[in-house]
């Protein structure tokens, strides 16, 4: 059948329909090859191939300098944050670790295995705001200062990157990249599970300035490549960064129009371009009321836009496949819904 769901998902999520199509017309047989791509040997020259463009694609759409390695890992973002502390806190025994949400008290918690974790500013009751810098607790001793740059969950986004003084960066994107243009020198490891702007579920890319570490995994990118394909035809991530921009601005606009009839409890200059999580009926949110919301929007063919169980409400998730007329279709259905239901 055919695809008519418009899928907020906050990940696995949508992907581009050109790619999906792309991907049925050759899945049969790869390029003539007469056999489908994951049946060959990941030694064979067309997955070598692919495996080398997805890395150039890459390098390409972030200028990647060259003393960074692409490296693409599977154990998705959780297994990510874990390695990164294994490999990294040893250099000296602790780490600095920011925690903004969900993923990075997560992250924060697994380091604490393998070394001493320094936290940056107390544990906030909510998410919902970053203190100011100059207020964060550095330990000039630390290994790295990890952040979470977008918090999928809670739908808190930085919106720059820290000034470390010299301590590498450690960022998890999870959720972000590719929806922004970076200065990559500034970090020593961003790491993104792809299943949300940049393929399906089942790797990890993780981008690490080489004195750093630079161990390799193998793992099937053929999904991936096609997406940062896409990504770059669209104008690459400027073109990206614009879009979120467009989206997201236009929801907040939706839900700060309603008379609190919306509500969106994070500070306005943290809030998520691409998660974005809001109460229906009030500041906290009519749990009938949003029941109703999830199951009108169904019937318009709207998913995913249940929020993440330990946060509730409603989220929807504005990854890079989602385009401006889907996010126009929700609030044309969120206006009509409040009229409907004051
Ligand atoms: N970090 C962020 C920002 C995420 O959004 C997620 C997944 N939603 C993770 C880490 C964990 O990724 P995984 O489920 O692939 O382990």
């Not at 695809?3 to 990940?11: D, E, K, R, T, V």
């Not at 770059?232 to 606009?253: D, N, R, T, W």
């Not at 993440?308 to 996010?327: E, K």
């Amino acid at each position: 059948s055919s695809q008519s769901a418009l899928n907020f998902g906050a990940g696995p999520a949508k992907l581009p329909r050109e790619v999906l199509n792309d991907v049925q017309y050759e899945f049969i047989s790869y390029q003539n090859a007469g056999m489908s791509i994951i049946e060959m040997s990941h030694r064979s020259k067309e997955y070598i191939t692919i495996n080398k463009n997805a890395q150039d694609a890459i390098r390409k759409l972030l200028n990647v300098p060259s003393n960074y390695e692409v490296l693409f890992m599977q154990g998705g973002g959780c297994g990510a944050f874990a390695a990164v502390a294994l490999n990294l806190i040893n250099r000296t025994g602790t780490a600095d670790y920011a925690v903004t949400g969900t993923w990075s008290g997560k992250a924060a918690k697994e380091a604490t295995k393998y070394g001493k974790v320094n936290l940056l500013f107390p544990k906030a009751d909510k998410p919902g705001s970053i203190p100011d810098q100059k207020t964060w607790n550095f330990d000039p001793n630390a290994s790295y200062v990890y952040y979470c740059d977008n918090e999928t969950v809670d739908g808190v986004e930085f919106p720059y990157v820290p000034n470390t003084n010299g301590v590498p960066i450690v960022c998890d994107m999870s959720s972000s990249i590719m929806t922004k243009t970076l200065d990559i020198s500034k970090f020593g490891v961003i790491f993104g599970g792809a299943q949300k702007n940049i393929g399906p579920a089942g790797v990890v890319v993780v981008i690490i300035r080489k004195d750093l570490f630079g161990a390799s995994h193998d793992c099937v990118v053929y999904v991936m490549e096609k997406v940062l394909q896409w990504i770059i035809k669209q104008g690459g991530v400027k073109a990206m960064q614009k879009q979120a921009e467009e989206k997201s601005g236009l929801l907040y606009k939706t839900i700060s129009n309603s008379n609190s009839y919306y509500s969106c409890p994070i500070d306005e200059n943290v809030r998520s371009r691409i998660n974005i999580p809001f109460r229906v009926g009030g500041k906290s949110g009519n749990e009938k009321l949003e029941e109703k919301f999830l199951e009108e929007a169904e019937k318009l063919s709207m998913f995913q836009l249940k929020g993440h169980r330990s946060v509730g409400g409603i989220r929807a998730s504005l990854y890079n496949a989602v385009s401006l007329d889907d996010v126009k279709s929700l609030v044309k259905f969120m206006e009509e819904f409040q009229k409907e239901h004051p």
